[in-house]
């Protein structure tokens, strides 16, 4: 044996070798053509052992500052939220996380029942009907909700609002421009959607109307107002919507949405520097057999019980190829499952109080803010919102010095918006307590002098 | 494990339980109508399960045990590359310090972080043998889509508006076409050989001048070596289009053969199957990408360089394709992946795809009296067996499959390639002991026999599982995709 996870011994190649009737395993590469083979050892690290690897990457790990030692009063579409200790405990269960998409129901029924329960989260929060099993994340589900929407209307223009995150407005464009579409971005009025010019911009070409709920600046978009425009023109109705939020907001299935993505990454996801989060896509009945992604559907086996299986996989690249919905394959099941763990222990009131306690600590925070003198922008906030500094304050600096502070600083609007220089988002979760607002509004405060 | 279904969570609910535990609101409590209009107010709360801790752990226990993972048994699913997890890289990915950092936070503050990402990179170019890497894509078909969007703008920004077609063989994987149509593209098709090799012939025949590239997998979703790759690489190539190398099946070939030096212009690779991401039940993946030097100045923004000692988030890439994923990509899966490169090395890397297409080889030899093997040249990490001969005997490859159920087995991947009839495509790993194979061989070949001996328990198979046969016509007909309170109300 070479290797703790290569099982082969001398005496099992030996033999393996005279059944297939070659003398070497380099015999079975001889058809590789002599010119392009790769001669020599790769010049990759040598291989090291568990206990020196697991020190080396801690003492790499050791130079990020983080949520652990740092109180965090950064979002902008990443958030330290609670994190309950069952979620890890399940996801770590290796009957999960070592199966592959479910393609044979009969031994996947776990899977696919904890599929079958994530869509059924999911459709209750944004009360849309339908829900599919995940997507890469909130931003692409977002994307491929807008391509989706010129698909089935056959129209070619996105009107997309510069309330949306900047990531999610950059992979728009990248989405829908592949796809020869136009992605028109709508300004804002103070921290939300400006309407008149949403309503000046929709046309008969227009495929659907995006915005964000509560939006990237924190404020909670009309959405019944944006629902007549997005419709006036039989274009589609697109949210992408924090799911945190909906435990206390009307969900946008109620305003008439037609296509509603996000991420529950707010679910008992670690940040892990961006990524894997989890993205979720809910639609109507109507758009169902539209839709991206895997589907998880309940039926009966042949003795009548209970079941689930991959359903309407007639929509997908597997079984269409170049007439599939989507090129999507593999989904978030594992951070799907982490979510819903986080969702059902939270449950119908816990999700609720979570939410509340969001929006009390955040709306603290801002009134401590306006009491040190801050500009504090207006704004319908849920747990963020946006703070205007002095001119000559570079927030940059502001965040390298609340880091040996023991704080990590809210996002630095002006890095992506001209018109937000000197603005921080500020995003304040559950986690937090009034010491550590209290604290770091006071040290904001001496910055911004 | 007991046979039947399973309650819902939502059917184990009980009013007044809850199974969480928050910080205690230490400021006044803000009334949301005070802060926006009764319309945005949520008027009936969303149905979520009531279940205590204990409840919900059994819940979600009695579910993995419902579930078949590498960790339960051999899972030879073909094309996926199911090859055993290391519980090293878990461990690693949940280092406070890289799983609670922000990606958003100054650079100085995510040094850490960004050493893993710049150094996956470095490897990660050595393996495959190209010049740059982005790690940003979130998945397979992700990098696909990423790197035709490069090609096309490549040409584009040449002047070369009018290459609009992917050339994609028949036996591609369905994200190759579906990933080519979501680029804007068009799909052309070139057929297989009867060596299970794109057809040269047919090859010249489709390429031309408005030939955006060539999307291959090589080894092929067959299992079988490309021979004429260098062929295939100068017609692609000498009609102006670039060759896309589908890293699907990168395990048989690390360290025999790199995509950089048979000629491909750019390359995905799947984290999650070559580097141990792990599956998670679907995902989430990884797909990074890696391109020639002529590619790289159209890789998603940022990227992420060096700068003296530092590392760095470069966001000003002008010629760039845009942003394709929000961050950095799947950092958590690439933190898994880079543990299990750092823990091979280069000669482990070397003996993963010896084994991998040692037990590959093995198997096929010790099968191929008893299934028809379409391709007999040796194959790579992978082959192709056809249940032609069975099916006129009275069982088809879905029968066999289900057989394999009952004897603790996940089946192979089947009916695809669809150029292969009843085709069962099996891939083994290195990570597997010859006795495993063994034991995975002899019940195919007992199957073999029952069809003829004893044909009810093969057609009714699988009979050891939670659950029979799911009838999905009904699921696709009728469908069902979300669970009903009002169903329990109705029945209560």
């Known amino acids: ?449 | 494990m007991l046979k039947g279904s399973s309650p819902l969570i939502f059917e184990r609910s009980t009013a007044g339980r809850f199974a969480y535990s928050l910080p205690t609101l230490e400021v006044e409590k803000k009334e949301l109508s005070s802060v926006v209009d009764d319309k945005f107010i949520r008027k009936t709360k969303a149905e979520l399960p009531e279940i205590a801790e204990l409840d919900l752990m059994r819940h979600y226990t009695e579910l993995s045990n419902r579930n078949h993972g590498v960790d339960t048994g051999f899972y030879p699913l073909g094309s996926c590359t199911m090859k055993y997890n290391p519980k090293i890289n878990e461990r690693v990915a949940r280092i406070p310090g890289f799983a609670m950092s922000h990606p958003l936070q100054n650079d100085s503050q995510i040094q850490g972080s960004l050493e893993i990402v710049y150094d996956m990179q470095e490897h990660l170019k050595e393996i495959t043998g190209m010049d740059e890497i982005s790690l940003q894509p979130a998945a397979g078909a992700q990098g696909e889509w990423t790197a035709l969007l490069m090609i096309k703008a490549f040409h584009d920004s040449n002047g070369d508006t009018e290459r609009t077609e992917v050339i994609v063989p028949d036996s591609a994987h369905g994200t190759n076409p579906a990933s080519a149509v979501v680029a804007g593209l068009d799909v052309v098709t070139v057929r297989s050989n009867d060596k299970g090799q794109v057809d040269i012939d047919h090859l010249k025949e489709v390429v031309g001048d408005k030939t955006c590239a060539i999307m291959l997998t090589n080894p092929n979703t067959l299992g079988i070596f490309e021979e004429e790759i260098i062929e295939i690489r100068d017609i692609v190539h000498g009609a102006g289009g670039k060759l896309y190398y589908d890293g699907a099946n990168l395990n048989a070939i690390m360290s025999k053969v790199r995509p950089g030096d048979m000629g491909f212009d750019a390359v995905h690779l799947n984290l999650h199957k070559t580097f141990t991401g792990p599956h998670g039940g679907g995902g989430p993946g990884s797909g990074p990408i890696g391109v020639k030097s002529d590619l790289a100045p159209f890789l998603p923004s940022p990227l992420i360089v060096k700068d003296g000692d530092n590392y760095k988030v470069e966001h000003d890439v002008p010629q760039s394709v845009g942003r394709v994923k929000a961050h950095f990509g799947n950092f958590g899966i690439f933190l898994r992946a880079y543990t299990y490169i750092r823990t091979m090395g280069p000669d482990g890397l070397k003996a993963v795809s010896d084994y991998a297409v040692l037990n590959a080889n093995y198997m096929m030899r010790r099968l191929e009296g008893t299934y028809h093997v379409p391709y007999p040249q040796h194959c790579k990490h992978e082959f192709v067996l056809s249940a032609s001969a069975q099916k006129k005997r009275g069982a088809r490859t879905l029968d066999i499959a289900k057989r394999l159920l009952d004897f603790g087995y996940h089946p192979p991947t089947v009916y695809f390639p669809t150029n292969v009839e009843e085709c069962m495509m099996i891939e083994p790993t290195e990570t597997e002991a010859k006795e495993t194979l063994d034991g995975f061989i002899d019940t195919l070949i007992q199957i073999d026999k029952e069809i003829d001996e004893n044909l009810d328990v093969v057609l009714e198979a699988p009979h050891t599982t939670v659950i029979g046969r799911l009838d999905e016509t009904q699921a696709a007909r009728n469908p069902v995709l979300r669970f009903s309170l009002e169903d329990i109300k109705e029945e209560k």
Do not use: W
Request: overall charge negative; glycine content about 8%; hydrophobic content about 35%.
């Open chain 1, 1 to 449: 044996m070479s290797h703790r996870y290569l099982p082969l011994t001398e005496q099992d190649k030996k033999e393996m070798l005279e059944t297939i009737g070659v003398d070497s395993i380099e015999d079975l590469f001889s058809e590789i053509p002599e010119d392009i083979r790769f001669k020599g050892e790769l010049n990759i690290k040598p291989k090291k052992d568990e206990t020196s690897l697991l020190k080396e990457l801690g003492r790499i790990a050791r130079k990020n500052v983080t949520s652990e030692t740092h109180a965090s009063f950064l979002g902008a579409g990443v958030y330290d939220h609670f994190v309950p200790t069952v979620v890890d405990h399940v996801i770590s269960r290796s009957e999960f996380y070592t199966a592959y998409t479910p393609y044979q129901p009969e031994i996947s029924q776990g899977e696919l029942q904890a599929i079958f329960e994530f869509q059924t989260l999911i459709s209750e929060l944004t009360g849309m009907p339908v829900a599919n099993s995940s997507m890469y994340d909130g931003p692409t589900a977002f994307a491929e909700a807008g391509t989706m929407a010129a698909g089935v209307s056959r129209k070619k223009k996105l009107l997309v609002s510069k309330g949306v995150n900047i990531q999610s407005r950059q992979i728009i464009r990248t989405y829908g421009e592949a796809q020869g579409l136009e992605i028109v971005e709508i300004d804002l009025d103070g921290t939300v959607t400006d309407l008149e010019k949403l309503d000046a911009a929709s046309d008969e070409d227009t495929a659907a109307v995006m915005v964000q709920y509560p939006n990237f600046f924190g404020s909670i978009e009309d959405l019944e107002a944006i629902e007549k425009i997005a419709h006036k023109n039989k274009g589609l109705f697109v949210i992408n919507s924090n799911p945190l939020a909906l435990g206390i907001l009307t969900p946008p299935g109620e305003f008439g949405a037609d296509i509603v993505t996000g991420d529950t990454q707010v679910f008992g996801i670690p940040a892990q520097f961006g990524g894997p989060h989890c993205g979720y896509f809910a639609a109507t009945k109507k758009l169902m057999r539209k839709m991206p992604g895997r589907l998880v559907g309940q039926t009966t086996d042949d003795d009548g019980n209970r079941g689930f299986v991959l359903t309407l996989q007639a929509r997908e690249q597997h079984i269409r190829r170049e007439k599939a919905t989507s090129n999507i394959c593999s989904n978030q099941a594992l951070n799907a499952l982490g979510s819903s763990v986080a969702m059902s222990a939270l449950g119908k009131y816990g999700l609720v109080e979570m939410a509340e306690n969001n929006l009390s600590l955040a709306h603290y925070a801002k009134d401590q803010f306006s009491s040190k003198g801050f500009d504090v922008l207006d704004g319908t906030t849920f747990n963020e919102f946006v703070v205007k500094f002095n001119d000559n304050v570079n927030l940059h600096d502001v965040n390298e010095t609340l880091a040996d502070d023991g704080f990590i600083g809210g996002y630095d609007l002006g890095k992506v918006d001209d018109n937000f220089k000197n603005h921080m988002l500020v995003a304040v979760t559950e986690l937090r307590t009034k010491d550590e607002i209290d604290t770091f509004v006071e040290r904001l405060g001496e910055l911004n002098a």
